[in-house]
Antibody
């Protein structure tokens, strides 16, 4: 069974940094692209970033480009999102999601439970 | 970015009803359309991908159709666990974008 478990969320002041992580199990992690998708409390879904199986293709939403960095460690079956220069509008649940393909076709077939990042002074 | 618009935003129905949710893309996306549902306090779950392919484990009362810009999700006979929020999502281009959601509640 595919399992994705996020961690690292919390309360952070505007302008500060935070790194969230995702531990994957139940599938061959390095066979699939991975994504971060976020959801502000009570709001809709927003794709944040994508990383291919070998980290060769990385893409970001315009709203986070230049501030967020996605990475993965296939040896540790882990996905990361380094978030710098955080803004109040970054407040959201951050979901780690698995793609159906290695390169990334944007079919999010498995999701973690989410980790809440709150940006506030 | 491709805009995805769902209608209605909310829908009241009864157990056993047949319901349809519509999703419209701001430009043609071929058959790159997926549907998710989300239970309160939980992560979204993939129901249907590529317009009409059921994700493993999803009941056959769910079905999808459409192409180009107009798509539908149909639930043939509503069960109590189906009264949640539904999202469509285009996987045609970067960034992938979601509809605003349709909340299905019990009449």
């Amino acid at each position: 069974e595919v399992q994705l478990e996020e961690s690292g969320g919390g309360l952070v002041q505007p302008g500060r940094s935070l790194r969230v992580s995702c531990a994957a199990s139940g599938f061959t992690f390095n066979d699939y692209a991975m994504h971060w998708v976020r959801q502000a409390p009570g709001k809709g879904l927003e794709w944040v970033s994508r990383i291919s199986w070998n980290s060769g293709l990385i893409l970001y939403a315009d709203s986070v480009k230049g501030r967020f960095t996605i990475s993965r460690d296939n040896a540790k079956n882990s996905l990361y999102l380094q978030m710098n220069s955080l803004r109040p509008e970054d407040t959201a649940f951050y979901y780690c999601t698995k793609d159906r393909s290695a390169a990334g076709l944007y079919y999010f077939d498995s999701w973690g439970q989410g980790t809440l990042v709150t940006v506030s002074s | 970015d491709i805009q995805m618009t769902q209608s209605p935003s909310s829908l009241s129905a009864s157990v056993g009803d047949r319901v349809t949710i519509t999703c419209r893309a701001s430009q043609s996306i071929g058959t790159y359309l997926n549907w998710y549902h989300q239970k309160p306090g939980k992560a979204p779950k993939l129901l249907i991908y590529a317009v009409s392919s059921l994700q493993s484990g999803v009941p056959s009362r769910f079905s999808g159709s459409g192409s180009g810009t107009d798509f539908t999700l149909t639930i043939s006979s509503l069960q109590p666990e189906d009264f949640v929020v539904y999202y469509c999502q285009q996987s045609y281009s970067t960034p992938p974008t979601f509809g605003q959601g349709t909340k299905l509640d019990i009449k």
